[in-house]
């Protein structure tokens, strides 16, 4: 059993606090959907559990299996097992994906980046296929001329690939059709089920059709303020967050 903690972590990006002390948790086998209107830090967190370093950590701590990682590069974490798909993945088109993919999981290994690994491409190739991404799609550089949509399964597929202790997915299902949430929800489950634990973040509740989230956390102005479960993703759906968080303060 794996767990990843977020401690009363405070994060600066410019000189501006964005996060200001949150708080939660992922284990193993769990998946854990963070909401939050635009500019609540779900992106900010999700930069800082990655460990980019223009997003300055302020105050608290990142805990792998109760060691912190906050001071870890990249790729230290990586190497780890933490793998992250960001909002607006950045596009390498130098580097061709199927590449990238043998990098990962040789960095994984403790390889060379360049040691062949024949059974990468066999496993890649099959797994696109349950997440319709073409066979040209290895051949093409990572982002080069990729739509939302494929920049999301391609992201999946990696994560599937590697099998990692923790999964960390910033709107796996923007940009995506109805079969590619399909697709990319039940990916999630597969992971889940696997062993890792998923954390996500999303604005709608359509991705519960494939998924059942372990707990919903909702972040506004850069804290966690409910925790609960997928009624409350439900409840955000119809009546939007303005509305939630009022109707959560008159109850108060």
């Not at 009363?8 to 964005?18: F, H, Q």
């Not at 990586?78 to 993945?89: D, L, N």
């Not at 494939?210 to 439900?234: C, H, S, W």
Request: proline share 4%.
């Amino acid at each position: 059993m794996h767990m990843l903690e977020i401690r009363n972590l405070r994060v600066a990006v410019g000189g501006r606090e964005i996060l200001k002390g949150v708080t939660l948790s992922v284990s193993s086998g769990e998946t854990v959907v963070l909401m939050g209107p635009n500019g609540s830090g779900k992106s900010t967190l999700f930069q800082a559990i990655a460990g980019n370093p223009k997003y300055e950590i302020l105050d608290g701590d990142i805990l792998l299996d109760g060691e912190s990682i906050r001071d870890l590069a990249p790729e230290e974490r990586f190497a780890k097992g933490i793998f992250v798909g960001f909002q607006s993945p950045v596009a390498v088109p130098e580097v061709r994906f199927a590449f990238l993919l043998q990098a990962m999981l040789n960095i994984r290994a403790g390889k060379k980046l360049t040691d062949p690994n024949p059974q990468v491409l066999a496993q890649a190739q099959k797994l696109a296929a349950e997440l319709g991404l073409k066979p040209e799609v290895f051949n093409r550089g990572v982002g080069a001329g990729f739509s939302g949509g494929e920049f999301k399964r391609a992201e999946v597929l990696q994560a599937l690939l590697l099998n990692p202790k923790f999964v960390i997915l910033d709107e796996p299902d923007s940009g995506l059709d109805v079969d590619g949430i399909a697709a990319v929800g039940k990916a999630v489950s597969r992971l889940s089920a696997s062993g890792s634990g998923v954390l996500l973040s999303t604005h709608y509740a359509r991705v519960l059709k494939f998924i059942k989230p372990t707990r919903v956390y909702v972040m506004a102005d850069g804290r966690i303020v409910l925790q609960g479960d997928e009624n409350i993703i439900k409840k955000i759906e119809e009546i939007g967050y303005k509305s939630y968080f009022e109707e959560i303060r008159q109850e108060l």
